[in-house]
């Protein structure tokens, strides 16, 4: 264990957690399903590539017989239009969720640590450009992009994980522009320049690791607003081509049922909702925890 | 740095940002998409080549790219957006002009009803800091804040329309009311001029629940934001001065603190325009409200690509447009951000 300036040892990551798990209660919730979350996404995608089918049911498997039948214990989560498994359905699109959320949150931390902190630590005028630049992509609406590749690319999981990665990274650029301002004029990054360290080696070394942290808090929470608004990509029918399951596309082909099945999108709404929820619980867990320090 | 010269600063970024979604939608759709004759014409292109080669001529597809740039923003400066096929090739303006006024009227009830219900919540839960009150309405924003507004929208048309019969369960006015002629081009405001009042109460019974829907789901940030600059406020050193004075706690916090509290939801309005521009395009679809949400999406539906790429540009005026306002008025409010 580390001793720290004050010569007490620094909490480990672990004590770190139950010290947020005591204080805000319901990050606990939130931890257990961004767990359930990735945990299915991972195992559903595994099993998918050899072969092994984890789902009750197969998700695309038509069974009229079926079609809208309420939830029982045969078909957790009652059956669509076509009496597709629900349940299997909305387990099977949940890798969708984990890849899209990741993947553009990963590339906006990058992306934005990488130009942000350059543009705080060399000043000046690749400041103001860059700055100017992030500026015009922050102002760019998400949906109107996504549209326009749509239109180019047509639609499909990766074209819509392009176009949010294209306008994404923006605020993380700030932060980090922010955050390495803030650094680059204390004592051991002066003395790294006297010592004739190359600015990407001083970024690389002693910038970025200092901004992780504010970073990664408002990673979590952005996790959730990714996948809201994937959400609605999907619902708009811009995401994953039919017969393959989305939970946006679960709402929108059920939509006409809503006198006669309104279990059909509710159901995956409300799933939405929990993933949405529990990434912001945590988030709001840790940056209290991190405050309270 | 005086009002005026911010306002021009603004305004020039603005012209930026909407020239950056052009010059966007251009390259994807010009030269990446491969064949913009196929995406303005459609099937009709392979059908009559005849008429794809007058198009190629008259939007000078054969000509290098940037000549092929300036004509596209001409013919957009000039509100030329082409023919929509989804629509039997009516032109995309013409939809677009009939649709965009209903979804105004959508953003405009949402925005107040975001406003009015965040800021009445985001009072109580300050004033009732650490109670089971203020629990109860973060778990109320938490659960708006994470529900995409569609679902927000089918949940509201199952109880209250299916469920309870309240309200009806789309459109924008009951079909049986003539609707008022032109004047503003904004039904709403058009009826109200006309005396049209039968009208008008449709209008409103109408919009009500895809407004809700909207509110539902982003006024927890207003909420939010709220609660802790009250929270921070009433810390400072005038409120300490008015209870020496021995004014009651409610005078306090209401005439005195939420004045100052309420700033920082001028900056948030850039955000929640844009939120709520961007929902009206799923509630109109919930809710079947003839706004250009409904329009959009029958045009990804058909592959209608002159009808996406005309209410894209059309959707990117207006979030820059009612952004650039919500930046002029932050900076009449607050005259710190002038400085920056």
Known sequence: MKQNAQGTSDPTPFDRVLTMFKKTPESIVGFFVVVLFILTGIIVTIFDLLGIRVTPYNPIQQNVGVALSGPSWDHLFGCDFLGRDVFSRVIASVPNDVAVSFSVVFVAIIVGALLGSLAGFKGGLLDELLMRFTDVIFSLPVLVIAMVIAVALGPGLTHMMIAMIVIWWPPYARMARGESLRVAHQNFIEAAKFAGQRTLGILFKHVLPNISITMLVYATLDVGTVILVYAGLSYLGLSVRPPLPDLGEMISNSQDYLITAPWLPIIPGIVIAVIVIGFSVLGDGIRDALEAR | ?340
Not at chain 2, 189 to 215: C, K, M, R, T
Not at chain 2, 292 to 313: E, F, H, K, S, W
């Open chain 2, 1 to 340: 740095m005086n009002i005026a010269t911010y306002i021009l600063r603004r305004g020039i970024f603005a012209i930026f940002v909407l020239l950056s979604v052009m010059t966007i939608t251009f390259v994807l759709s010009h030269s990446l998409g491969g064949d913009p004759i196929y995406s303005w014409l459609g099937k009709a292109a392979g059908l009559h080549p005849q008429l794809a080669a007058a198009y190629a001529a008259k939007y000078h597809l054969n000509d290098p790219v940037y000549v092929q740039y300036y004509y596209y923003l001409v013919n957009l400066s000039q509100g030329n957006l082409g023919y929509s096929p989804s629509r039997n090739f009516v032109p995309v303006a013409q939809v677009i002009s009939q649709t965009l006024p209903y979804t105004l009227q959508i953003a405009f009830f949402a925005i107040m009803m975001t406003l009015i219900v965040g800021i009445l919540l985001g009072v109580t839960s300050a004033r009732y800091n650490h109670t089971s009150i203020d629990n109860g309405i973060r778990a109320a924003y938490m659960a708006g804040y994470g529900s995409p507004p569609f679902f927000v929208g089918l949940v509201l048309l199952i109880i209250f329309t299916y469920h309870f019969g309240l309200l009806p369960s789309g459109g924008a006015f009951d079909p049986n009311l003539t609707p008022p002629t032109w004047i503003t081009g904004i039904p709403m405001i058009d009826s109200l001029l006309e005396g049209n009042f039968q009208y008008f109460g449709s209008a409103i019974i109408h919009v009500i629940l895809p407004s809700l829907a909207l509110a539902i789901c982003f006024f927890g940030i207003v909420t939010r934001v709220l609660r802790s600059s009250m929270l921070e406020v009433m810390h400072a050193n005038y409120i300490r001065t008015a209870r020496a004075k021995g004014l009651d706690e409610g005078t306090i916090f209401y005439k005195h603190g939420l004045r100052h509290a309420l700033i920082p939801i001028v900056s948030l309005s850039s955000l929640i325009v844009t939120w709520i521009i961007t929902g009206t395009i799923f509630v109109e679809n919930i809710f079947s409200y003839p706004g250009m949400g409904r329009y959009v999406v029958q045009a990804l539906n058909g592959q209608d690509y002159p009808g996406i790429l005309g209410t894209t540009i059309v959707y990117a005026i207006v979030i820059v447009a009612s952004n650039l306002a919500a930046d002029i008025l932050y900076a009449v409010v607050d005259p710190q951000v002038r400085l920056g």
